[in-house]
């Protein structure tokens, strides 16, 4: 190009040429070329997984609030392993990623917040292995996954360890826990336990607890308003959608509602007790929504979060687990290719092709 | 901005067969002069920008970064813009009057074409090939594009609050060449003055209307903004506005209608917006066509700071340019200097399935998905995804989180599936 400009004869010009003092007007500047478009929106996956693990915290320092040392062990313990392990991960098994997209920094919180109190520290590493490495990098790295990995981790530390997941400290035990402490004396029951096991009467926390997070639970499970404030952030950042945490709470609530007026309050729990209990909000918000493992489609979340709200509530009334929400988002993971095959949106125009061609 | 002195003006300026120049070096011609001809039907002519002498005819560099035939045309002493006396009068379009009403759909047709006036939107399409429907495609509705079609482009504001009666007489003429009752302007609803002004000036004509519409990319769509205006949906390609009984043209081009035919001013110059920090003063200028580029770039204070990527066109679907010496062209919407900081290098990660592509996407494909397959050289897969309706617009790959190539991919795709049917066909 530059060649063939030169070779054109030249005629004299009739005015001077442009002044040369301009930056870079007469000089060549090099310039980039690259497809369109040449603009990149404000978005990126680092600023969206920040967010995700910022809208953790308020709900993360309740439980420290609640739990004090051994909150603050189980989270900081969760997280440095998550980021230990995709550490490793990232150099030996060179699946894409970066430690600076937050990735392993949101799913060692998550599965800090997924574990009880008083889990020790071999039981968090496990999990942590179990997160990354079979969860994560075995499906390719961050994208590439089927299920969360943070509830992979929970599930598999549930059936392989159950005394040690179901041990809940009672709120307000704030001391430094050593290991073999005993612990009889300090724990208790968490509603959803004590609704399994029949033992309904001695049920004494009330909806207010609940909504603070006065009672026995995972670290980042017991304060449903504390996870409203995280969530309401992620929601008005557009980080998530309303979707699924619309459909997955409002089927439980419906669900356990309905088996509560035809069963009666000996045998069932209040729906709205249901749905501030156990990690029903923990999931609906910051795990089911989790987007590499929830379908693409907006339309495809409602059915989603419709599924695991149904499984959660079955699980809960007739299972032979006291909580579902974990397992019912994994499953519900497992049944994502299947609605995202299904739920192709119409191309736009085609409704018109087809009418015109049938009248 | 002032005449240049010195104007490189391509042939390939439309969509189409490219002009046939019928000028020789050592011509003189005079402003607005024919110094080509159409190529075909789906073509359009050129005039000369300034008045001179043909200095040169051959291969220079085109905007679109290939070389192409082009016409030099050098102002000489006694000719050029700063002549007092001798320079021979502007050419203008024989049978152009004031008194439009009283010509004929077919006469205002071939004024159009004669003037070279093609879409000024960005796609320049030949005008009058859009004013000739073929026979059983009933048009009803003629929609005026108000809506600037690229984020940073505001030369359509400034063409309807400038040039307002001009743009609405265009309407009108349009309206008449095309034979239908009604037309819709669609402004997008940032817009109240440009609103004002239009609703105003169009009093006179009942069968004009100003809609506001929505402010978002890329409401300058023609498919979109017949859906925004009229509910209608254009079937995917080939399906075209004919099909919905809807012909649009852009704010800038009716004004360059009404000129063309009651001034007989053949199109020779448009409104070029030129922004981005790398730009002393960013402004909206009317240019020749065939303006060097460094004329541009002095007239608005020079370069503020080295630009890293020059754009002609919107920033979501213009084209980058390899060099500044390239002239300025009818297709010419904006020029954008883009600094470093405003266009950085794009590193794509993995997907994360975060279904904001397909969210955004006008035309409701999943770019991601069709990515995917292009990737992994599915080629069938991303068709039945419906690769082929995607009109490029970029928004899937703005959004992306992840800054995945996905607009790149779906071009990339649609070349190799053109490959393929060439091959097998051969
Ligand atoms: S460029 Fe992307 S957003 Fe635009 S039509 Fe194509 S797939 Fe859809
Ligand atoms: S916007 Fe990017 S990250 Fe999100 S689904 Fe589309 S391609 Fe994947």
Redesign the interface.
Known sequence: ??A??NA??E?A???AP??AD?????A??????????????P???P??MRWVFLALLPAALVSVWFFGASAVKVLTLSTLFCLGVEWLCLRLMRT??ALS?WSAAVTGLLLGMNLPPTAPWWLILAGAIVAIVVAKHLF?????NIFNPALTARVFLLVSWPTYMTTWLKPGQRQWLAPGTDLAGITEATPLGLLKEGRLSELSAGASDLLLGNLGGSVGEISALALLIGAAALLWKRIITWEIPAAFIGTVAAVTGLAYAIGGPERYLAPHLHVLAGGLFLGAFFMATD????????RG?LIFGAGCGLLTAVIRLWGGYPEGVSFAILLMNAGTPMIDHYL??????????RQ?ATS | MPAP??VVVPLRQHLGAPAKAIVAVGDRVAEGQPIAEPGGFVSAPVHAPIAG?V??VG???HPG?F?CESV?I????GV?P?ATDGAPPPWRLPGASADWERMTRAELTALIREAGIVGLGGAAFPTHVKLSPPAGKPIDLLVINGAECE?FLTCDHRVMLEETAAVVTGVRILKRALGVPRAIIGVEGNKPDAIARLGEACALDDGIEVVACRVKYPQGAE?QLI?ALTG?????PP?LPL??GVVVQNVGTAAAVARAVTAGLPLYERVVTVSGSAIARPSNVRVRIGTPL??I??FCG??????????M?G???????????VPVVKATSGL?F?TRH???D?TP????????C??AC?????P??IALRVEIGDLDAAQA??IQ?CM?C??C???????R?L??QV?LGKAKLHDRKQQRSA
């Open positions: 190009m530059t063939s400009s054109a004869p005629g010009p009739v005015s442009p002044p301009k930056v870079g007007a007469s060549r500047p090099t310039l980039r070329v690259g497809p369109s478009p040449h603009l990149h929106g978005e990126t996956v600023r969206i894409p990623g997209d390719g790295g961050l994208g590439g987007m590499v493992t929830c379908p693409i489609t907006y979340r192709r949106p119409r191309t736009f125009g085609t409704a018109t092709a015109g | 002195c010195r002498e200095t040169f291969p220079r560099a970064g070389p030099v050098e102002a000489r002493d050029g700063a984020p498919k859906n209608r949906e254009v079937p995917p399906g099909d919905v460094r004329d770039i002095d020079g370069l503020a700071s080295p630009p890293a990527k020059v754009v066109g920033p979501m679907m213009g084209a980058s340019l390899t060099d500044l010496d954008l883009f405003e266009c950085p794009s990660h993995a997907c994360i399935r975060c279904g904001r397909g969210e006008p035309l409701c494909l999943q991601s998905e995804l419906h309706e490029e970029g928004t790959a703005y959004i992306c989180p992840s800054n190539w607009v790149q071009r």
